[in-house]
């Protein structure tokens, strides 16, 4: 199964469970036995049911804790509360990482060690519940994959324990760098930091996924009101149909022709931006132009958030003026590089999973040290031993 977030109002801890119990009906009585297993049950209540805001129905979920439970709590006390419990092991091992993904964001912010950090807002009982709850319904519901829709960045300031706060909250921001954000132009928080180190713990895909088809829609109301726009994430369930056997994304394209740049300078320059960082191949084709000149036709593909750094590389270690973008689609075999070591020799080799079956490549460097009389039959040698060793890893995970 694949969840698609759609964040049509933000996202909370209380607006992502809600949005799960709604999607999953029943799930209320585990998440009460998920509390006694925390050891949560005589500080928090759990509340959830449906609502309607006069446009969308849904779940809204709620954890009542009384007011002592409202204060701060370190993150090492925290940790030590998840393991002492008797949480099953996924569920502990989630809530965990959701920690400290906001330990981790809360120390880099005030400059202290991850254990010393201490959790207001997230500290208290409510706040430590929603993310047991959130950590159950990720790891007990069958959900194998995530994706999640642009995020609404809000606007103004929110009264927090170290005072009035820029919205998106620092904690929030750094959670979620290399997210998509967008503005909607709608004053107030759209994404609490429990919220944001959820999303970041799911690290879901930009967008729907191909190979899917659409089962249900559900909605989890948030508690704050908007203008003009529910407060609600929305959660679109999706069952997974017979994919190829390749997988599929998109890389950006850039091309130009040089003709007036030397082949040792040029070649030199086109080392440079295929050692860049997101490069993916930089391939050379002659061609004949103006005049009868001989040049070079250059193509690069990259990944797309390195756009601007790999065009300004192109501009500085080529004499070319102009250069052509766009993004295309790729198919792209599954593989993986294991290490063979044949007659006390280690050889690198990429093995390929095709549709009709895999095939392997040895490195061709590593086969230079071979003599050339022996070369092929080594090679054929070690790529069968090579598939060998891969299928028989298959076997003993299978067992």
Same mark, same amino acid.
């Given at each position: 199964?694949?969840?698609?977030?759609?964040?049509?109002?933000?996202?909370?801890?209380?607006?992502?469970?809600?949005?799960?119990?709604?999607?999953?009906?029943?799930?209320?009585?585990?998440?009460?036995?998920?509390?006694?297993?925390?050891?949560?049950?005589?500080?928090?209540?759990?509340?959830?049911?449906?609502?309607?805001?006069?446009?969308?129905?849904?779940?809204?979920?709620?954890?009542?804790?009384?007011?002592?439970?409202?204060?701060?709590?370190?993150?090492?006390?925290?940790?030590?509360?998840?393991?002492?419990?008797?949480?099953?092991?996924?569920?502990?091992?989630?809530?965990?990482?959701?920690?400290?993904?906001?330990?981790?964001?809360?120390?880099?912010?005030?400059?202290?060690?991850?254990?010393?950090?201490?959790?207001?807002?997230?500290?208290?009982?409510?706040?430590?519940?929603?993310?047991?709850?959130?950590?159950?319904?990720?790891?007990?519901?069958?959900?194998?994959?995530?994706?999640?829709?642009?995020?609404?960045?809000?606007?103004?300031?929110?009264?927090?324990?170290?005072?009035?706060?820029?919205?998106?909250?620092?904690?929030?921001?750094?959670?979620?760098?290399?997210?998509?954000?967008?503005?909607?132009?709608?004053?107030?928080?759209?994404?609490?930091?429990?919220?944001?180190?959820?999303?970041?713990?799911?690290?879901?895909?930009?967008?729907?996924?191909? #190979? $899917?088809?659409?089962?249900?829609?559900?909605?989890? %109301? !948030?508690? *704050?009101?908007?203008? &003009?726009? @529910?407060?609600? +994430?929305?959660?679109?369930?999706?069952?997974?149909?017979?994919?190829?056997?390749?997988?599929?994304?998109?890389?950006?394209?850039?091309?130009?022709?040089?003709?007036?740049?030397?082949?040792?300078?040029?070649?030199?320059?086109?080392?440079?931006?295929?050692?860049?960082? #997101? $490069?993916?191949?930089?391939?050379?084709?002659?061609? %004949? !132009?103006? *005049?009868?000149?001989? &040049?070079? @036709?250059?193509? +690069?593909?990259?990944?797309?958030?390195?756009?601007?750094?790999?065009?300004?590389?192109?501009?500085?270690?080529?004499?070319?003026?102009?250069?052509?973008?766009?993004?295309?689609?790729?198919?792209?075999?599954?593989?993986?590089?294991?290490?063979?070591?044949?007659?006390?020799?280690?050889?690198?080799?990429?093995?390929?999973?095709?549709?009709?079956? *895999?095939?392997?490549?040895?490195?061709?460097?590593?086969?230079?040290?071979?003599?050339?009389?022996?070369?092929?039959?080594?090679?054929?040698?070690?790529?069968?031993?090579?598939?060998?060793?891969?299928?028989?890893?298959?076997?003993?995970?299978?067992?």
């Amino acid at each position: 199964m694949h969840i698609h977030l759609d964040l049509v109002g933000g996202i909370s801890g209380d607006m992502f469970n809600g949005a799960m119990l709604n999607c999953f009906p029943g799930r209320e009585r585990d998440l009460e036995k998920v509390m006694v297993a925390a050891g949560f049950s005589d500080l928090v209540r759990l509340e959830s049911g449906p609502t309607n805001d006069g446009v969308l129905t849904g779940t809204r979920f709620k954890v009542l804790a009384d007011t002592e439970a409202h204060h701060h709590r370190d993150y090492s006390e925290i940790k030590k509360i998840l393991k002492d419990s008797v949480l099953s092991e996924p569920t502990r091992d989630a809530a965990l990482a959701i920690f400290e993904i906001i330990a981790i964001a809360e120390a880099e912010i005030h400059g202290k060690d991850v254990d010393s950090v201490a959790f207001h807002e997230v500290g208290a009982w409510d706040s430590i519940a929603d993310i047991v709850c959130a950590a159950y319904l990720i790891t007990d519901t069958g959900v194998t994959s995530w994706s999640v829709s642009k995020i609404p960045i809000g606007r103004g300031q929110v009264k927090t324990a170290h005072g009035m706060l820029p919205i998106p909250a620092p904690a929030t921001s750094l959670i979620l760098q290399e997210f998509e954000f967008f503005d909607d132009q709608i004053e107030g928080e759209r994404v609490t930091p429990t919220g944001a180190a959820i999303l970041k713990y799911l690290a879901p895909a930009k967008g729907i996924p191909g #190979g $899917v088809t659409l089962r249900q829609s559900a909605t989890g %109301f !948030g508690t *704050k009101m908007f203008p &003009g726009i @529910s407060n609600v +994430v929305r959660v679109l369930l999706f069952d997974r149909v017979d994919l190829p056997a390749w997988d599929t994304d998109e890389v950006l394209q850039l091309e130009f022709e040089v003709d007036d740049q030397t082949p040792e300078a040029l070649a030199a320059a086109l080392d440079q931006v295929r050692a860049e960082s #997101g $490069v993916l191949d930089v391939l050379q084709i002659a061609y %004949f !132009g103006k *005049k009868g000149r001989q &040049g070079t @036709s250059v193509r +690069v593909l990259l990944k797309p958030e390195m756009e601007v750094a790999v065009t300004e590389l192109c501009f500085v270690s080529t004499t070319t003026l102009g250069i052509r973008k766009q993004l295309v689609s790729r198919a792209k075999l599954r593989r993986e590089e294991s290490v063979i070591n044949h007659g006390g020799q280690d050889f690198r080799v990429k093995v390929s999973d095709r549709p009709r079956g *895999k095939t392997a490549k040895v490195d061709m460097d590593d086969l230079q040290t071979v003599n050339i009389t022996l070369r092929e039959e080594m090679r054929r040698r070690i790529e069968g031993q090579a598939l060998s060793y891969v299928e028989g890893e298959k076997d003993r995970e299978e067992k």
